[in-house]
């Protein structure tokens, strides 16, 4: 016997992988990250029925994730909040020296993109980590194209410099 399968529910499961590096970037602690996840999870479930089949759910669920998180900045603002970045993912190779310098190079290319101002740091990962077309980043982060290719731009500069791979003009 078969179980009917949820679309809706599979699609949810396949982006967690997602949402939790984008919670990442916004938040830069796991357990915020998770606890946001979490919210996005519900909303996306309370939400369900305004979902159209016809769009890209992950894009979907990234814009709820990124509401999400501008409702936490807003009910935090006054107290602050102390960013860590420390959990890198394990790079698999059998060279010690070169996984060294992975890990160095992660560590190094991470801390650079969490010096950059938040909307390019945004765009970046919607972008180049989380492989969104630049239609589905301006839809998630609710601004026009061009400002999305604008800040990209910029913000692919900006983390060049500060890894010494480009000297600025």
Do not use: H
């Amino acid at each position: 016997m078969s179980k009917a399968t949820d679309p809706f529910s599979e699609g949810v499961i396949a982006a967690l992988p997602n949402l939790k590096r984008y919670a990442m970037s916004l938040c830069r602690r796991v357990d915020v990250a998770d606890d946001l996840v979490q919210s996005t999870v519900e909303r996306a479930f309370r939400a369900r029925a305004s979902f159209d089949p016809e769009t890209r759910q992950l894009a979907w669920m990234m814009r709820i994730l990124r509401n999400a998180w501008i409702d936490i900045t807003r009910k935090q603002k006054a107290r602050g909040i102390e960013l860590e970045i420390g959990d890198a993912p394990e790079i698999a190779d059998s060279d010690g020296r070169r996984v060294a310098e992975s890990r160095l190079m992660l560590q190094k290319t991470g801390e650079a993109l969490m010096t950059l101002p938040e909307p390019q740091r945004e765009v970046l990962v919607v972008v180049c980590v989380q492989g969104m077309t630049y239609q589905e980043a301006a839809e998630i982060l609710g601004i026009p194209v061009g400002t999305v290719m604008s800040r990209l731009a910029r913000g692919r500069a900006a983390l060049a410099e500060k890894m010494g791979l480009i000297q600025s003009e």
